[in-house]
């Protein structure tokens, strides 16, 4: 017989192995998923709290959700720890620095304020990629993963 008839009886009649493990809706990563979804909408709220007495500025309102998204992708795929504390640390500094400008709204704040969410989407690609930071193929994967959604 002919390996093209062999090949499209293979894909006509293709049996898939039953899956033995137990897919559970409480695995780990989704109940860890569920608790910093549940920390970021507290921090969050925290932080608006401030927002609405104008101690400080909105963008701090980033600093409630997007080290919470870096911590996920921490987790799915554990990084060394340099990266980890290089992260943490970065995420600091920011939060240190937009927190030390004045409240007015000049043009250095405005600038700040513009390229803060660029410097915090950099710091999640980072968290995503994890020890593969310099591969492109995985940093690829972070632009898709962000188009996606």
Known sequence: DSQVLAAWYERL???ETANKEKISLF?????????????AGLSTRIIFHFVEQEAIAPINLAFGVIPFIAAYFIYNNTPKKSIIYFLATLFLIAGLYLNMLPLNYKDSSILAYLHLPILLWVLVGLAFTGNEYSKGSTRLAYIKFNLEY
Do not use: N
């Open 13 to 15: 009649h293709f049996k």
């Open 27 to 39: 695995q780990k990563s989704f109940l860890f998923m569920g608790m910093l979804a549940i920390l």
